[in-house]
């Protein structure tokens, strides 16, 4: 199945380019995690892809390694600068790989991004401006016009998109899945994902994105026909998942790869953050939406079905898994 926006060369090559990278490692794929959960009820052979593991503690690493590897002369020169926007995994990602090669560049993130990720972000020499969520792309664009600064988009690119891939290329490595299940914030590791197993060929494995039900884009560009925003302030636990807008690539992408948008609520993340937890694995509000729509049975027919669920970051503090755990 071939994709309107991405080649199957240039998932290989971003693919190369990963593998390649200092920045990234391969994150485990734990097998059989469902004899872990006494009180499981989907009779599913659960992996779990720890991409909370990976270095930088998300899967954003992935997609800013093949976008740095992609910039224009100029922007490696130093002689144009960067802006992006990001609730913090991605500002992050973006942060350490720019300091890697010895660039700066400014963050644009929302006022209920965790402020211990700014400060993270800004001691790898950024710059970081706080607003609220709908005025984060005027923002952006205003910088762009005026200051002629290159934004490297947080989900809505192709460089970045086929980096992401690269996971799900681990995935089809180490195990024949029936199901996958990635959590959707802007869509752009579900995206990747999907573009990896649908462009190998496959057409049986079935691709579901979870977002939260206080931010679903994704779920209403799907039901909409179109890339949706949101029409008030996201109040969710999961910051990640609640980006102003579904991105046009993501959306095409989406659309013509994933079987559905499921939504979860903040108890059922928390819940699920709790299990994980309890299981020894520090995962973060966001990253724990894939796995929560697997505990509360909201993915269908898989009994007895190779199960891949993606945590996708770990992002959080001591004080936060404190506190989120305790209103449970």
Known sequence: MASKVLTTEELTKAYSVVKS???CIRTPLLPDVARWLPDDKNGAHLFLKL????????FKIRGVVNQLENL????KEGKRRLVTMSAGNYGKAFAIGLHTIGLNGMVLMPLNAPKVRRTIIESYGMTVETMETNELQPCVDKYVKEDNMMYLHSYDDANLIAGHASLGYEIMEDCDPDVVVVCCGGGGVLAGVACAIRMAGNTKCRIYGVEATEAPTMHQSFETGRPSSLDKKPTTIAAGLAPPYAGQMTYDICKEYVDEILLVTDDEIRKAMKTLYHMGLVVEPSGCA????YRCGKIPDISDKCVVVVLTGGNVTPHEVDTLLSMH
């Open 51 to 58: 991409e909370n593991m990976q270095k930088t503690g998300s």
């Open 21 to 23: 990278s200092n920045l």
């Open 72 to 75: 224009t002369d100029d922007a």
């Open 290 to 293: 894939a796995f929560a729509a």
